[in-house]
């Protein structure tokens, strides 16, 4: 799955620009079927908003407005979509359908958690933020990022995200360990596999790369 921070449309290249926008279109349109297609080619652009970010809407946020068949919702959750996932406003797929009216998909769009954070989120985020910021340099002041929460982790047993950060030339992978989130730092200029850290409530520390 890919987290995707990124608020500058220019930063992508044309190419990949244009069929991000097709699929969000696709998403927009309720085109269900074209956007399936695509999601077999790209399963990890299931959570992709359009490029830039505006509104944060992503399909299964455009599933909940137009009140798509159940079977759309519960397809798109199955290849992968975060119902945790808020747009730049705050709201959740399930907030949408409520406010639309949408009821036949309200209770399949509650988030359900599946494996618990080893602390409240807020504790874990701050640390974990910190890490991010303290990791990429100037890159975060260079080009706004929206930073990665942590509450889709806790919708699958095993949910592994990567979020791109433009200046690093590569980004951080993260997932949830037992008693932990597990990130990795990395780059394309690194050989070694990058740097492994581990975040707790209590703050993070670096891992050696032999434990991983």
Known sequence: MNWDGITDRERFNDWYLDERDQFADMARDADWNGLFRVLGKN???????????RSGFTALHQAAWHGADFSVASRLIAHGAWRTQRTRDGRRAVDVARRRGHTHLVELLEPAVVRQLPAPSDALEHHFHSLLRET???CFEEIEHLLPPLSPLTEG???KIF????GMM???FYHLEHDYVHVNASSRMD???????RVTPQ???KIDNTRV
């Open 43 to 53: 399963p990890g652009w299931v959570n992709l908003p359009r490029p830039g970010n």
């Open 136 to 138: 990429t340099g100037r």
């Open 163 to 166: 979020f791109q950060v433009i």
């Open 191 to 197: 050989y070694g596999g990058g740097e492994h850290y």
């Open 157 to 159: 047993p095993s949910v």
């Open 170 to 172: 590569g980004g951080f």
């Open 203 to 205: 703050g993070c520390s």
